[in-house]
């Protein structure tokens, strides 16, 4: 099997159809748009790094079905080794694009899909598992990017799928027929669908038996017919059309979001993971969150680690950098960092091997790590921005500082230390800036929020895997309390 380069990916997802709008029109060449090309970059970089020996370890695995050298984002882990690796190269890519790289859905889906599948078909006599081992075999032979998407609009929250007002607002089967389905619906917030060749649908909610419709799982090219994607705005993307370096904050790099619609797109039977087995919903729910929480324990540390990096340079170039509260403010983002950095390697140790054969990690720890990954950034960029200083948002513009006249201005009262040019003081602003508040920080920020699930959906797994009842045994038999019937 061939790896491709990251110039070769490019020019695969050029080749693709896939039907896009944004801000009310439709894009013909969304690689080359400037809005978008910074996410396509981000996706890039996985290609890049996995063509070079230092990375190749972590970049890369070998498939044990095919004995062959595939990129570890295409990869069915099979052992904690393999699950630490795992977070370990997000970590290094956040370090690398200080944005979301949005491959790693497409992991998270495979992973939790191969065990489902498997578990399914024990019970039903389906061929899922063949199904999808097909499919995955042809994304590793080719290297592709595949989007897993799971969530859906959700309409009314308090009403199960088939309750709601618009029977559309989950992804649903409208159809079936001898040689496949045809669904209808869309899904929100997908990361990444945009640089995607493929897309996994997953279900996004645990389901009773009236959902038969919405309990299903399958794969389709991104530009297969009836599919459409409605580009996410991200705070300051139109600085991406000003044509500078430094008011972008990343020029090169970012992440992309979309509203993916499907009308009646048709998929073949041999591209079905799951088809109205509504139990089976549940636990692939769970074990695709479970892995995706343990995701943010890389992803967000290594975007950290740039953050942390570009707060002690804006010290330095303040000339604050030796002032004891600001090397204490450093101490405890890097603190917080490592904190998200610890959960996600447990999480990852601490894995078991499914009835599959591949390797999940412990789902308590990784709802904890994704639990304070709801939290710490946002205590970061708190400190990044006390370091930063207010020059963070009231700075001025590169079109001001390139100016004949305005630009001797800019630069002599801008100015930090001396020996620092203004424009590089107002690059690691920018930069700031860009992870705090501008495109970026949908990644860092809100995506640390609600990304993987929101808060809340983690604190009722981690009261389900916490053992309390255990935990309470253990106070009782210390205190001395035995055996009566006053719990
Ligand atoms: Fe990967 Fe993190 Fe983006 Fe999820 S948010 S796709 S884990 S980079
Ligand atoms: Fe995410």
């Not at 290094?92 to 498997?118: E, H, P």
């Not at 600001?326 to 601490?350: F, P, Q, R, V, W």
């Amino acid at each position: 099997m061939k790896l491709m380069t990251g110039e070769e990916y490019i020019e695969s997802i050029r080749r693709m159809r896939i039907e896009v709008y944004m801000m009310g029109k439709k894009i013909d060449n969304p690689v080359d748009d400037p809005i978008l090309r910074p996410s396509l970059n981000s996706v890039r970089m996985t290609y890049d790094l996995a063509q070079k020996a230092e990375y190749e370890d972590l970049m890369t695995a070998c498939d044990p079905d095919t004995g062959e050298k595939i990129n570890r984002f295409n990869h069915i882990h099979r052992s904690t080794e393999d699950l630490v690796k795992k977070v370990k190269m997000q970590r290094l890519l956040g370090q690398k694009t200080a944005s979301c790289f949005q491959r790693c859905v497409g992991m998270d889906a495979f992973n939790a899909i191969y065990s489902t599948a498997y578990e399914t078909d024990k019970k039903y006599g389906t061929r899922y598992f063949e199904n999808f081992k097909t499919f995955l075999r042809y994304v590793q032979e080719n290297d592709l990017v595949v989007d897993g998407a799971m969530t859906d609009p959700k309409g009314d929250r308090s009403l199960s799928p088939h309750e709601q007002a618009d029977p559309d607002l989950y992804l649903r089967v409208v159809e079936r027929r001898p040689d496949g389905i045809v669904v209808r619906g869309a899904k929100a917030h997908q990361t990444g669908i945009l640089n995607s060749h493929e897309v996994c649908i997953m279900p996004t909610v645990a389901m009773g038996p009236e959902d038969k419709d919405y309990a299903v799982s399958f794969a389709v090219p991104v530009d297969t017919k009836g599919i459409f994607l409605i580009i996410g705005r991200q705070s300051c993307d139109t600085r991406k059309l000003e044509g500078g370096t430094i008011d972008v904050g990343n020029a090169e790099f970012g992440g992309v979001e979309a509203l993916v619609v499907f009308e009646d797109v048709f998929v073949p039977n041999e591209r079905i993971f799951l088809n109205g087995e509504t139990e089976f919903a549940g636990m692939l729910v769970e074990r695709f969150a479970g892995y995706h929480r343990q995701s943010y324990g890389g992803c967000k540390v290594g975007v950290g680690d740039v953050l942390i990096g570009a707060a002690a340079v804006a010290a330095e170039y303040n000339g604050c950098a030796k002032a004891s509260h600001i090397k204490d403010k450093l101490i405890e983002m890097t603190h917080l960092n490592e904190t998200l950095y610890s959960c996600g390697i447990a999480c990852s140790c601490e894995g078991n091997k499914t009835e599959s054969g591949n390797y999940i990690i412990n789902l308590l720890l990784a709802n904890v790590c994704k639990q304070n990954v709801t939290r710490f950034p946002y205590e970061i960029v708190r400190l990044a921005e006390d370091i930063a200083g207010g020059i963070l948002v009231t700075a001025p513009s590169e079109k001001d500082l390139r100016d004949p006249v305005l630009g001797k201005v800019v630069e002599k009262y801008l100015k930090g230390v001396a020996s620092v040019s203004t424009e590089d003081r107002l690059r690691i602003l920018r930069l700031i800036e860009n992870l705090a508040l501008g495109s970026a920080a949908v990644g860092y920020r809100t995506e640390s929020m609600h990304g993987a699930g929101s808060p809340q959906a983690q604190r009722i797994m981690i009261a389900r895997q916490g053992n309390m009842a255990a935990k309470k045994e253990l106070a009782k038999t210390l205190a001395g309390i035995k055996d009566r019937k006053n719990s």
